[in-house]
């Protein structure tokens, strides 16, 4: 497969004062693959996480985008170029209505926005939230402003998507929804990025998994090959459990 | 200027200073315990002047049961104000908002108490004891003396309660980490109480000391809860010995300024050494520094 | 009768469940461990069982009296001493005056002094810098400490939650000895860990936590072999 990747980590290291958080991480991710980021606590899948999406600057390393140099630029300017994240707490616009959210998104997130409304509401159709349209924000439950979240990021059009625990917190059934909306993405050919915690609903739409533990890659591969890889099992086992047996 | 007027000011703020010390220090112990401001506090101080001019002045107590008299009932004023309007807003949301709020309250309502009680005249309380001591060319009143004696020993017998008696040790561990204290045993929620009522016990105190020299009103209280707001933060919140300092450091400061201007602006000079001592050090002179 | 007994306990965080019908039974002197990937409820059902929280539904029996409602500064009376996550020292206070706390609210409060030596014994470290103040101690030390202070409650159940967490694995080693140690003096363990390897090197049954359900329980081999735990902890 000679695809060449749409996004790629290149030695991304940061450190806060003197505690090394990312040491050397590397990787690729291509168009309409799902590449989920997985690592027990204190990994650096945040750090790393904001750095891709240019909430912080890396102490070094680069990020590429299509070949070209984004490490150095801002959060506004990667999103023209098609880069669009989630947080993990969603804070929509309270007072606008749902579909008013997803319109400013329309509206600012592209570079020739149009607040088209009529992709806004295919939009809010897809994501199942069209009895929500015209309701405040501030109304929604979890599951639903979760999933609001979601299309404001997919309504600029990205070509990569940043995904911050989008799933926490959520019901299983709420967690398929939104995984069904994900593995949706893959047609439309937007790689997307994913960090997570509910690691079943990860396995079960993921392409690929890295994992980090204390600051450095130590996975690659496909979901079932990572959950069998001994330094995965180390790292949030604590070991291979067959060793406990030795008392 | 002589020598002798400059260090007569110093000892006078020193005194009127540990008057201020012995206020904060109870703001401070309320903040350190409970993790909220008590606006009322000035009010607590103001009805423990009341209760000595009524027991010394009225009555004819002798000033030491006055006394006494005074700091019990705030002490049991306190534990009321904490039981009734206090205890239950703190298991809920924005409880160090709502404290304000219901603090305040209670202060609107004793001034008010006091206004309809007494009247808005200014009453005088005679001097405990009389006479001046004259030490080196200066001169200071037995009174100013009888404050600072009373200061040492109740600074240091709080101080010795915190650090010496299983009282003190459940008292700091509630303010160091309160879930950790509730798992060894602490009822914390009793020691909300304690801390209220002693920290109202302190106001009494230190206006019954204070009562001769300033005037008993109802509004007695505005002036020292500002500067015990000013004297918690110089210290550095929840800091019993920046309390301490800091009430020493503002008497001083505010006794020598007057020499060099005048009483109106005490006022003006205490807050601006506040406010270049919080520029240099954010956390005041013993808080812990706090890292984002 | 066992020691300690959860039937059905259901905790909530506000509107979200955090724990759903869990059951478990400590005997006298075992060691029990509950491991589970993160965010499984382990460190909300240990502040359930210490009363931090009060659970919606289900009771907690402790030698045959019910605890779920009572408050949590009592427990340490009855003989339950819990080392909460991230350990939760005085920080402004001396090693001494954290034992001392540690015997605060226990009958034991009577023999500190004695009790202060003994439990220096154990753990040296910790006698040599007696009047250090637990805010500048190493995270071992700081373990030792909070696992001291409870000790100094002569507890009858000791409750720890993830001793290990940022702990070099040397010192995760003697902490693991310290327990065992511990145990075999008479004191019944519940140790809740991520780790799931160290809390199977040293506990009889287990319990397997995953997102606030009791997914497996048994004997520790029954879960050496298991794929179930792998699977909690991975997804897949």
């Known amino acids: 497969m000679n695809r060449r990747p749409i996004l790629t980590a290149d030695k991304v290291r940061h450190s806060f004062g003197g505690l090394v958080v990312l040491d050397g991480v590397s990787f690729e991710a291509f168009s309409g693959e799902i590449l989920c980021l997985i690592g027990p606590n204190g990994a650096g899948k945040t750090t790393l996480f904001n750095i891709i999406s240019g909430a912080l600057l890396p102490s070094g390393g680069h990020i590429h985008l299509d070949g070209r140099d984004i490490t150095r630029l801002k959060p506004s300017v990667r999103c023209r170029l098609g880069i669009a994240r989630s947080f993990q707490i969603p804070q929509p616009f309270a007072s606008l209505s749902v579909l008013e959210n997803v319109e400013v998104a329309l509206e600012f997130g592209q570079d020739n926005g149009r607040g088209d409304s009529a992709r806004a509401r295919l939009w809010l159709e897809r994501a199942g939230l069209t009895q929500w349209l015209d309701a405040p924000a501030a109304e929604l439950p979890l599951g639903a402003r979760k999933k609001l979240e979601l299309v404001r990021v997919l309504a600029t059009e990205p070509r990569v998507v940043l995904l911050d625990e989008v799933m926490g917190g959520l019901s299983p059934e709420e967690v398929d929804d939104i995984a069904a909306i994900v593995h949706g993405l893959k047609a439309e050919n937007i790689a997307v990025i994913f960090v997570e915690h509910v690691l079943r609903a990860v396995m079960s739409i993921a392409d690929r998994i890295i994992v980090l533990h204390q600051g450095r890659l130590i996975a690659d591969g496909t979901p079932a090959a990572v959950s069998h890889d001994p330094a995965v099992i180390e790292a949030y086992l604590g070991g291979a459990l067959d060793a406990a047996a030795q008392r | ?292 | ?236």
């Open chain 2, 1 to 292: 200027m002589p020598i002798q007027l400059v260090v007569a000011q110093i000892v006078n703020g020193i005194i009127v200073g540990s008057m201020y010390a012995l206020f904060a220090s109870g703001l401070t112990l309320i903040w350190g315990t409970m993790k909220m401001l008590n606006f009322a506090h000035g009010e607590f101080f103001m009805l423990g002047g009341y209760l000595v001019f009524f027991c010394y002045a009225v009555l004819g107590i002798n000033p030491a049961l006055s006394t006494l008299i005074a700091v019990v009932a705030i002490f049991l004023l306190g534990v009321v104000v904490e039981r009734v309007v206090i205890h239950h807003l703190l298991s809920h949301p924005v409880w160090q908002l709502t404290t304000i709020i219901a603090t305040l309250g209670v202060s609107i309502f004793l001034q008010n108490l006091a206004l309809h009680v007494w009247g808005p005249e200014f009453h005088n309380v005679p001097y405990f004891v009389e006479g001046v001591l004259n030490l080196f060319g200066i001169r200071i009143a037995y009174q100013r003396l009888l404050i600072l004696g009373v200061s040492c020993v109740s600074i240091a017998a709080l101080w010795f309660v915190l650090k010496y008696t299983r009282l003190g040790l459940a008292l700091r561990a509630t303010a160091q980490d309160a879930d950790a204290a509730q798992l060894y045993g602490v009822n914390i929620l009793s020691i909300y109480t304690l801390t209220f009522g002693l920290s109202a016990g302190l106001a009494a105190l230190a206006a019954a000391m204070l009562a001769p020299i300033t005037a008993v009103n109802p509004y007695m209280g505005l002036s020292p809860l500002l500067k015990g707001f000013v004297v918690v933060i110089l210290g550095g919140l929840g800091s019993f010995a920046g309390a301490i300092l800091g009430g020493i450091l503002l008497g001083v400061v505010e006794s020598l300024g007057v020499l060099f201007s005048s009483t109106e602006w005490s006022d003006v000079i205490a807050f601006t050494f506040l406010v270049l001592v919080i520029w240099v050090r954010p956390w005041g002179l013993f808080g812990v520094e706090e890292r984002n």
């Open chain 3, 1 to 236: 009768m066992p020691l300690l007994s959860v039937e059905r306990i259901s905790s909530y965080y506000g509107d979200a469940r955090a724990l759903v019908d869990i059951r478990l039974e400590i005997e006298e002197q075992e060691i029990v461990a509950v491991i589970g990937p993160n965010g499984a409820g382990k460190t909300t059902m240990l502040r359930t069982i210490s009363g931090l929280i009060r659970p919606r539904s289900g009771a907690i029996l402790f030698r045959g009296t019910a605890i779920e409602r009572m408050p949590a500064h009592h427990l340490i009376r009855l003989g339950i001493a819990h080392v909460p996550e991230g350990r939760r020292l005085f920080p402004q206070m001396t090693i001494r005056e954290n034992l001392l706390m540690g015997a605060y609210g226990a009958p034991s409060w009577r023999e500190r002094g004695t009790l202060i030596e003994e439990v220096c014994d154990l753990f040296p470290r910790l006698k040599e810098r007696i009047g250090q103040l637990a805010g500048t101690l190493s995270g071992g030390e700081r373990q030792m400490l909070a696992t001291a202070r409870a000790l100094m409650a002569r507890p009858l159940l000791l409750m720890l939650d993830e001793p290990s967490l940022g702990l070099a694995p040397k010192v995760v080693e003697t902490i693991l000895a310290i327990i065992q140690d511990i145990n075999a003096r008479g004191v019944a363990v519940l140790l809740v860990e991520q780790n799931a390897q160290l809390a199977l090197k040293v506990a009889a049954r287990a319990y397997l936590l995953e997102t606030g359900v009791m997914v497996k329980s048994g004997r520790t081999a029954d879960f050496l072999t298991d794929e179930s735990v792998r699977r909690s902890y991975l997804g897949v």
